[in-house]
Nanobody
Framework: QLQLVESGGGLVQPGGSLRLSCAATGFTLEPYGIGWFRQAPGKEREWVSCIRSSGRSTAYAGSVKGRFTISRDNAKNTVYLQLNSLKSEDTGVYSC?????????????????WGQGTQVTVSS
């Protein structure tokens, strides 16, 4: 079965850190750009970050730049999102998506594969 599976979410205090993983099963992530998205309660899903297939090109939403880091390990068929200096407004369900293409990044409405998401809750 071709799918993306996220893990690593949880409850963390403000200022804390988490590392999320996005693992592919049934296909290789290497030719895909991978994006992370999040959806807070009562809000629409928003784009967070993307890493292109080369691994050398990344992008971040302004609200997370300098705090979050995206990376990929093609040998493990996994993409990571390191979340540091977490704030309450980072709370939400974090999902990853894959889009094929050398310079591609998934968009809110465009992705070849989507995961189910992992919950991140930032609270004291």
């Amino acid at each position: 079965q071709l799918q993306l599976v996220e893990s690593g979410g949880g409850l963390v205090q403000p200022g804390g850190s988490l590392r999320l993983s996005c693992a592919a099963t049934g296909f290789t992530l290497e030719p895909y750009g991978i994006g992370w998205f999040r959806q807070a309660p009562g809000k629409e899903r928003e784009w967070v970050s993307c890493i292109r297939s080369s691994g050398r090109s990344t992008a971040y939403a302004g609200s997370v730049k300098g705090r979050f880091t995206i990376s990929r390990d093609n040998a493990k068929n996994t993409v990571y999102l390191q979340l540091n200096s977490l704030k309450s407004e980072d709370t939400g369900v974090y999902s990853c998506a894959a889009r094929s293409g050398l310079y591609a990044c998934p968009s809110l409405n465009g992705g070849d594969y989507w995961g189910q998401g992992t919950q991140v809750t930032v609270s004291s």
